[in-house]
């Protein structure tokens, strides 16, 4: 979902807003992210802020004022928890022995766009081939594949956002305890879910104004650009088209290109919104900026029971930890870190590469800490995490780094 800039004379009830035009700290607002809930807070903002961005869902589709009753969804109960999954390889080990698969997959998703772009058809037994190592590595460690995936320098943000889809769709997929096969369709219909995006002009895409109606149902038409092309491609399970098809839809019905509501979208559906919705927003666009993790885990959990399950959202915010692999984060210290694996059973205290120093330095070395050990900084205080920040924060460009 992108950020879109509003005056704040022109803010409504039920808006959410994501940023300010001023650091967070500088107002009187608690909260970096919130729903407008009454006439005082439009007040307060129009006093403190010349304009804010509010979060637009699914693109230009405004979210309504009014507050809607939560929707009742499918029981998805009987499709989760059949497989049990432990972290069965150190992350140091997998991130070594999954860092050339990586790659391969990395480049197979450009060659994805690069076929498709000519008009060719998809090499099926090549798509399969790197999502049966990646899916195998996570099953062994998620942190490695999310870690290399943050790291990794790509030739455009469209790339990253399909890998890193693909990615957490998988790691979901594990959290939630699906069997093997289905987090092979996951990881493949989350590669593929956009590739109908190759059959719309470029303008289009990296256009950062607001998009006009006509402009807009041409973006929505991707879903079924896609369906087309993957409709070439012979041997594509029915679970992946489908997930295809309905990534989009939403529980509440307001999604699209079909309307669908509750029972009627998959499981892999929802799985793939939740993904698409948090890639999105923490990933920069030629459109928007990112937020950060935490801000994003904030909206999605929102819009649970209206736009996503509940189930859903609360287990993919545990699967992704209160501090996600590869994310940002500033500690009590003044430092800035990334997250680069995490400790199970210690969601507070994961595994860290500090970045900058308390004065915004860079360490130049980046050494690495884990929380579980170092309790105190330099000055004998307590050591912890303050908060997630998004992506370009201090200018840190992280594929920029030799992490």
Request: proline share 4%.
């Given at each position: 979902?992108?950020?879109?800039?509003?005056?704040?004379?022109?803010?409504?009830?039920?808006?959410?807003?994501?940023?300010?035009?001023?650091?967070?700290?500088?107002?009187?607002?608690?909260?970096?992210?919130?729903?407008?809930?009454?006439?005082?807070?439009?007040?307060?903002?129009?006093?403190?802020?010349?304009?804010?961005?509010?979060?637009?869902?699914?693109?230009?589709?405004?979210?309504?004022?009014?507050?809607?009753?939560?929707?009742?969804?499918?029981?998805?109960?009987?499709?989760?928890?059949?497989?049990?999954?432990?972290?069965?390889?150190?992350?140091?080990?997998?991130?070594?022995?999954?860092?050339?698969?990586?790659?391969?997959?990395?480049?197979?998703?450009?060659?994805?766009?690069?076929?498709?772009?000519?008009?060719?058809?998809?090499?099926?037994?090549?798509?399969?081939?790197?999502?049966?190592?990646?899916?195998?590595?996570?099953?062994?460690?998620?942190?490695?594949?999310?870690?290399?995936?943050?790291?990794?320098?790509?030739?455009?943000?469209?790339?990253?956002?399909?890998?890193?889809?693909?990615?957490?769709?998988?790691?979901?997929?594990?959290?939630?305890?699906?069997?093997?096969?289905?987090?092979?369709?996951?990881?493949?219909?989350?590669?593929?879910?956009?590739?109908?995006?190759?059959?719309?002009?470029?303008?289009?895409?990296?256009?950062?104004?607001?998009?006009?109606?006509?402009?807009w149902e041409l973006v929505?038409?991707?879903?079924?650009?896609?369906?087309?092309?993957?409709?070439?491609?012979?041997?594509?399970?029915?679970?992946?088209?489908?997930?295809?098809?309905?990534?989009?839809?939403?529980?509440?019905?307001?999604?699209?290109?079909?309307?669908?509501?509750?029972?009627?979208?998959?499981?892999?559906?929802?799985?793939a919104g939740i993904v698409?919705?948090?890639?999105?927003?923490?990933?920069?666009?030629?459109?928007?900026?990112?937020?950060?993790?935490?801000?994003?885990?904030?909206?999605?959990?929102?819009?649970?029971?209206?736009?996503?399950?509940?189930?859903?959202?609360?287990?993919?915010?545990?699967?992704?930890?209160?501090?996600?692999?590869?994310?940002?984060?500033?500690?009590?210290?003044?430092?800035?870190?990334?997250?680069?694996?995490?400790?199970?059973?210690?969601?507070?205290?994961?595994?860290?590469?500090?970045?900058?120093?308390?004065?915004?330095?860079?360490?130049?070395?980046?050494?690495?800490?884990?929380?579980?050990?170092?309790?105190?900084?330099?000055?004998?205080?307590?050591?912890?995490?303050?908060?997630?920040?998004?992506?370009?924060?201090?200018?840190?460009?992280?594929?920029?780094?030799?992490?």
């Amino acid at each position: 979902m992108p950020l879109k800039r509003v005056d704040t004379k022109d803010l409504e009830l039920g808006m959410v807003v994501s940023r300010l035009d001023r650091p967070w700290r500088e107002t009187s607002f608690l909260l970096q992210g919130f729903q407008i809930q009454d006439e005082a807070e439009l007040e307060e903002l129009r006093e403190q802020c010349r304009h804010v961005f509010i979060l637009v869902a699914d693109e230009e589709i405004e979210i309504s004022v009014e507050m809607r009753k939560p929707v009742k969804a499918q029981d998805i109960s009987s499709e989760i928890g059949q497989a049990h999954y432990q972290v069965t390889t150190a992350f140091e080990d997998e991130v070594s022995a999954a860092r050339k698969s990586h790659n391969q997959v990395a480049d197979l998703v450009a060659e994805i766009a690069a076929v498709l772009d000519a008009d060719k058809q998809l090499d099926l037994p090549k798509v399969e081939r790197s999502v049966d190592v990646m899916v195998g590595s996570i099953e062994r460690n998620p942190d490695a594949f999310l870690w290399l995936s943050r790291i990794k320098k790509f030739d455009s943000e469209a790339y990253r956002q399909s890998l890193s889809a693909s990615v957490w769709a998988a790691t979901f997929g594990r959290h939630l305890g699906l069997k093997e096969d289905r987090l092979k369709d996951l990881a493949t219909g989350a590669l593929l879910m956009d590739v109908g995006y190759t059959a719309l002009p470029k303008g289009l895409l990296n256009k950062t104004g607001r998009l006009s109606n006509e402009e807009w149902e041409l973006v929505k038409s991707h879903v079924m650009k896609s369906m087309r092309i993957l409709g070439r491609t012979p041997g594509l399970s029915n679970d992946v088209l489908a997930m295809v098809a309905t990534h989009h839809e939403r529980l509440d019905g307001s999604g699209y290109p079909e309307g669908l509501k509750a029972a009627s979208i998959p499981l892999s559906g929802q799985i793939a919104g939740i993904v698409d919705f948090y890639t999105a927003t923490t990933i920069p666009r030629p459109y928007s900026k990112p937020i950060s993790p935490s801000s994003a885990l904030q909206m999605l959990y929102r819009q649970r029971g209206q736009y996503f399950q509940e189930h859903l959202v609360d287990a993919f915010i545990q699967a992704l930890s209160t501090y996600p692999t590869g994310s940002l984060v500033e500690l009590s210290s003044g430092a800035v870190a990334i997250v680069s694996a995490q400790n199970p059973g210690w969601r507070l205290r994961p595994k860290l590469i500090l970045l900058l120093d308390a004065d915004k330095q860079s360490y130049g070395t980046f050494p690495s800490i884990n929380l579980l050990d170092q309790t105190h900084d330099d000055r004998g205080q307590p050591l912890h995490i303050t908060k997630t920040l998004a992506e370009g924060e201090y200018g840190l460009d992280i594929e920029e780094l030799s992490l």
